[in-house]
């Protein structure tokens, strides 16, 4: 099946295929469902045949016991039968819900890092966590109890019928004046519907923007009123609920109103055929309790319908992410004798604009190779296409002779150690934080790798040491703390090839040497890539290619560029005298 063909399926369809291993569950929930609500109507009958039995005169207690002891323990049935089905079809819903976001977070993985940093953060969170969590009221509510709620008018609406058709069709005249204010809160809800979500999103994506950027706003004296990005989403988002509420909840609330109102059509027509002598009483008394049966039932099966007309959008969301297309990678391994890096006519565009020109490098096997150039210039989507982060849009690139496309996604992440200048660490201890470099790793050479880029020591004054937690994103540790960690996670790793996306750009002077030392002993023996933003840091590579506007100007060693390369001069000039006015200072 196509990507065409999966967006013509039903959200529906979508959720019994999800529920796919729990199919047993969500059958069994709904027959209890079921269960209880007949249990929940006998007793409305029981209650007719003790009024007929009024109506007659009867005066033996035996009779009203009898229906009065199988009223209530038709009640208690309806009461264990809902939990059961309750109990049941969460039980069954979470565990999709579970499943669905497991699946959802290896998805993330497999796709390319344009796809997932196209998608702000927030909204991705929003999805994954609050969105799916939107499926849960149909799975553990809908499918069992609207189904079984609508099952219990149809047998008390049979017996009508089995008593006199006459009224049993007569009951049925407000189910069209009702379904016709259903479709009417229909008309441009989906519409309306998915301007307040994807309003919503936006509000939350605004929001941790403006949460991060807390300390820029402050200073700059702005708040939550000021900055008109955050005022501007608070706004939409509340038009978008308040439209969406006013142009459905009129026919939402008619169509509640309207179809359970039988007794409306039912009482006229059953004292017309008692005054033409063709009805009974004691059927009327049966017929009116049967009918205030239904009640119950059909307002617990039309209060749904909200959920059911936002699950298709719900739906969508989630396969924004699970449909979306991965990085088409094989499974099986491939034999690789040699860690050269080649890349030949490379392209890449970022939507429709090409940051990458048909560019030529080669980087020989354990040798030390610098990108440098202007900022923009294309150095770190270069190092980035390497790391198959994203494909490139036209050319190649070479590990070992074998194209980064043809290398199993899992087979390439173990042979690349990648370091950014984000140096992101979780909100786990900094023992785990380390391993994440080599998930089987011993605490033995968690350690070894911590002292051979200098963190031990800072790691030891820590209040728990390596059992310390780091807090969000690495917030209780130093800028310097966070880099050095990151570095011995790398060198944990122990990847043939070594990937330092401006790594240490942001290193004070005090941590700077300590860090070169670190990634001195990280590189040895391997093929390193390093994304230049400090020179000094690099002069000694064994090749140093400047990227300039998406093309690359000149590649040799430092002394080579000084001479040939005008750019690469300018820049070495200009950092040397910037290093030399912060000494001075």
Not at 226 to 249: G, L, R
Request: hydrophobic fraction near 45%.
């Amino acid at each position: 099946m196509d990507h065409t063909e999966k967006h013509k399926r039903g959200a529906f369809s979508y959720l019994f295929e999800w529920a796919a291993p729990y199919r047993g569950k969500c059958a069994l929930s709904v027959v209890t469902a079921t269960l209880g609500v007949l249990c929940a109507v006998v007793p409305y009958f029981c209650v007719s045949k003790i009024v007929t039995l009024l109506i007659a005169g009867e005066r033996s207690l035996s009779p009203y016991l009898f229906w009065v002891v199988a009223a209530a323990l038709f009640w208690a049935g309806n009461y264990l039968f809902h939990s059961i089905s309750t109990t049941i079809s969460h039980g069954a819903a979470f565990a999709v819900i579970a499943d669905t976001r497991r699946r959802m977070c290896e998805k993330l993985a497999r796709l390319s890092m344009g796809k997932v940093l196209a998608r702000p953060s927030g909204v991705t969170k929003n999805i994954i966590v609050e969105r799916l969590d939107g499926i849960e009221p149909t799975l553990a509510h809908v499918v069992p109890e609207m189904t079984s709620k609508l099952l219990a008018p149809v047998a008390i609406l049979i017996y009508v019928f089995i008593l006199d058709w006459r009224v049993a069709l007569w009951s049925l005249l407000t189910f069209p004046i009702g379904m016709l204010a259903m479709m009417g809160m229909r008309v441009g809800y989906e519409e309306k519907y998915s301007r307040y979500v994807k309003s919503g999103k936006n509000l939350n994506a605004v929001a941790v923007e403006y949460i991060n950027g807390i300390e820029v706003i402050k200073t700059f004296s702005q708040t939550a009123k000021t900055y008109k990005k955050f005022t501007d989403a608070a706004h939409e988002s509340a038009h978008s609920a308040i439209d969406w509420m006013k142009d459905t909840q009129i026919f939402f609330s008619l169509g509640m109103v309207v179809i359970p109102s039988v007794l409306v059509s039912v009482l006229p027509a059953c004292v017309l055929f008692y005054l033409q002598g063709t009805l009974p009483v004691n059927e009327i008394v049966v017929i009116v309790v049967l009918c205030l049966g239904m009640m119950p039932p059909l307002i617990g099966a039309m209060s749904y319908s909200d959920d059911l007309a936002k699950i298709g959008t719900i739906v969508g969301e989630i396969n924004s992410i699970l449909e979306d297309e991965e990085l088409r990678r094989p499974e099986t391994n491939v034999q690789l004798d040699r860690f050269d890096i080649e890349g030949k006519a490379v392209r890449f565009s970022y939507k429709d604009t090409e940051v990458l020109h048909s560019v030529d490098f080669f980087f020989r096997e354990g040798t030390v190779n610098a990108l440098v150039g202007p900022s923009g210039s294309g150095k770190s989507t270069l190092a980035r296409l390497i790391a198959s982060m994203w494909d490139v849009t036209g050319g190649s690139i070479t590990i070992g002779g074998v194209d980064v496309r043809d290398i199993p996604l899992r087979q390439l992440n173990e042979m690349i150690a990648y370091v950014s200048q984000d140096n992101f660490l979780f909100n786990e201890t900094v023992r785990e934080n380390l391993r994440k470099g080599r998930p089987g790793a011993t605490d033995a050479e968690v350690e070894a790798s911590a002292r051979a880029s200098g963190c031990h020591e800072f790691i030891m004054q820590l209040e728990k040491g390596y059992d310390t937690m780091v807090g969000s994103a690495g917030g209780h540790l130093s800028g310097g703390e966070r880099q050095r960690l990151s570095i011995a996670r790398a060198m944990l790793k122990d990847a043939p090839i070594v990937i330092l996306d401006e790594a240490t750009a942001y290193t004070d002077p005090e941590n700077e040497a300590v860090i070169q030392n670190a990634v001195a002993r990280l590189v040895r023996g391997k093929t390193l890539i390093v994304v230049a933003h400090r020179l000094s840091t690099i002069t000694d590579s064994d090749q140093i290619v400047m990227v300039r506007d998406g093309h690359i100007e000149a590649a040799g060693t430092h002394e080579t560029l000084l001479e040939d390369c005008t750019l690469y001069r300018h820049l070495w000039e200009t950092h040397i005298g910037s290093k030399d006015a912060v000494e001075v200072k």
